[in-house]
Structure formats: structure tokens, C-alpha cells
């Protein structure tokens, strides 16, 4: 009978075989990770919330003055402002070869 010669790769361990969160370091870990991540949420919804709000008071303002140019448009005093476009005189902008 011939001998089996054992190595390293032979051994069995329960490597892999174990859940993640099922050691305590683990577990704390994935705890803490879950709450960076909410915290991180956390951040970008008010952000959005912020955004949100910011529209809708431009939404307002522009809603303002609409009423307004319709109130001048009833009454008949309606100033037109005529843009002439870019002031030449102040050079513009220039390509220098």
C-alpha cells in the first residue's frame, strides 16, 4: 500500500464557509459602513430638498413678473427695452495669431 503524502492544499479549514456578518468585527463593520452610507443620503436629500426650494421661489419670482407685465399690458404703459447687442466699443473679444 502506497502512503498519501498530505500538503498544505489538503488541509480543510472552514475558510469561505463562515457568514460575513456572523463574526463580531464583521458585524460592526457592515454596521458602520450602513451608516456612512446613510449618512451620505442623508446629505445628498437635503441637498435635493435645498434645490427643490430654490426652484420654486424662481418659479414664484418669474410668476411675479409675469403679472406684472400683464398688469402693464392692461394698463398700457409697456416700456420696450431694445438691446443694441454687445457694446463695440469696449473691444469684444479678440484672437491674437
Known amino acids: 500500500m502506497a502512503v498519501i503524502r498530505r500538503s498544505l492544499r489538503d488541509i480543510r479549514t472552514l475558510a469561505g464557509r463562515v457568514g460575513k456578518v456572523s463574526t463580531p468585527h464583521n ?3 457592515r454596521i458602520s459602513h450602513i451608516e456612512l452610507e446613510k449618512a451620505r443620503r442623508s446629505r445628498e436629500k437635503e441637498a435635493a430638498t435645498q434645490l427643490i426650494a430654490d426652484i ?3 418659479i ?3 410668476e411675479a413678473e409675469k403679472a406684472e407685465i400683464l398688469q402693464k399690458l392692461e394698463n398700457g ?3 420696450t427695452e431694445v438691446s443694441s447687442g454687445p457694446d463695440r466699443k469696449a ?3 479678440k484672437i491674437r495669431y
Open 27 to 29: 458585524a460592526f463593520m
Open 56 to 58: 420654486d421661489e424662481r
Open 60 to 62: 414664484g419670482e418669474i
Open 77 to 79: 404703459h409697456l416700456e
Open 91 to 93: 473691444g469684444g473679444f
